[in-house]
């Protein structure tokens, strides 16, 4: 069988070696890659959805920048790109774009403890002299010293040339209360112009009611109750409850308050006061109207016209523990049984001691066993002592008056005492009385044209609960009283 003869030539190269096929494969390629890269950028174009980020192809050009508008424009034929680069189109990436103002960007700055706003500017990359001005400008509408850990400063900037990348401060913006903003605007190269902005906070009635499971504030918390609008309705309540023995599983409470909203509606921290509050606690029910009578005097009444406001409060602490009560007890330093001639209510120290009601400071000052101690004297012959206290507050001494709910001391363990806590005593004419069980007269009774407009009011205010919280309002009765839920 004859085989067939094969002839091994060598294949042309170039003068380093490469073969000459390659080379015109590459030839090729670099003629096709213009038609190729039209054909890509047509495709990715009509791929592209709404808020979805592409990268496009597009035409780079030296003397224009290269905006949103125009890479959303059709491909451009290949003859009139001189070369090609890539550029991000996304509207994400661009928020300056959205607002129509190109080159602007915010930086927001979050204070923290320490900061100032001068240093804030400088940290930022402002030139000594140029944050010196911003400050100097926004001092005429704010104390910089005012600044707070948790104010955000919003600092604007131009944009420069991109081949320098460089940013221009323009001004700065900050939201200094619920209701106000104070800005800082360049004028001119030199010099800032600082300017506020106020608005009109709204005022919107709203409710919460609940009933009690552990704890009152436990309750009100996931009723949606604001704190400083509690705390406001127990305040009102003190002079009749006693919240920590007078409160139990099953109680219930209704709150009518105003909600103060900024403009967007969003509920700022100052909501208040309480229009109208019922506490249902051990067989009692309690009703609130908070009305401002004709002598401009504005108070909590109950459904007689009764100020709630008595001459003493029973619990002049807040947030206190009853640690010991009145009567005989084992004294827990001297060891032997004696008689406790007050209540004592443990917590912090540095907690607040308020004045049970109005009074003349008697005594003020360093008192044997009770250590730091204010003794106050009150109408109708009553007195109280506060013992125990780290100190006595600023202006409190012998001669002063006060007005019930003044801050008169600070908790402490003073004196003959095993821990921080206030020792509390009530004097009638000369002899020692429980204070937990001191009925004292009302502040102030309603009569004549205050007791009708008075009732006119409550009954508004229980309407205006009923047809919020969605209950049926009863009818009202022939006397005027204000009428009730069913």
Known sequence: MKRNTYTTRSSPTSPRGIPWKLLLLAMVLVLLLPKAVTLFSQFSSSLQ??????LKIVPHDLNRRVSSQADTQESKSSD?????????????????????????????????RGDTVMGLLLASGLAQAEAHAAVSALQEVYNPRNLRPGHELVLTFRAGSE?????????????????????????????????????????????????????????????????????????????????????????????????????????????????????????????????????????????????????????????????????????????????????DFAAPTGTPIMAAGDGVVVEAGRKGNYGNAVVLRHPNEYRTLYGHMSRIARGIKSGARVKQGEVIGYVGSTGMSTGPHLHYEVLHRGKHVNPASVVSPPGRTLAGEDLKLFRQVASKLEGQYAALAGKKMAQAPDNGMPSHFE
């Not at 959805?49 to 592409?54: K, Q, R, T, Y």
């Not at 009139?80 to 774009?97: G, K, N, R, Y």
């Open 49 to 54: 959805a709404p808020g979805l980020a592409l």
């Open 80 to 112: 009139e790109m001189s070369s090609d680069t890539i550029a991000d189109v996304s509207d994400e990436a661009c928020p300056q774009d959205e607002a129509g103002d190109q080159g602007i960007l915010e930086r927001v700055v979050r204070v923290g």
């Open 163 to 343: 081949e320098a990348g460089e940013e221009f401060f323009e001004g700065l913006k900050m939201q200094v209360d619920v209701n106000r903003n104070v800005l800082v605007h360049r004028e001119d190269n030199e010099s800032f112009a600082a300017r506020e902005e106020q608005w009109e906070l709204q005022h919107v009635p709203a409710v919460a009611h609940g009933r009690i499971d552990s704890s009152l504030y436990e309750a009100a918390v996931q009723s949606g109750l604001p704190v400083p609008v509690l705390m406001q309705m127990i305040r009102a309540y003190s002079f009749d409850v006693d919240f920590q023995r007078d409160i139990h599983p099953g109680d219930a409470f209704e709150v009518l308050f105003v909600r103060q909203v900024d403009l967007e509606g969003l509920s700022v921290c100052n909501d208040g006061p309480v229009l109208y509050a019922s506490l249902q606690t051990k067989g009692r029910l309690l009703r609130i109207y908070r009305y401002t009578a004709l002598d401009g005097e504005t108070d909590f009444f109950n459904e007689r016209g009764q100020s709630v406001r008595k001459t003493l409060m029973l619990t002049p602490i807040d947030g206190a523990r009853l640690s010991s009560g009145y009567g005989m007890r084992r004294h827990p330093i001297l060891g032997y049984s004696r008689m406790h001639k007050g209540l």
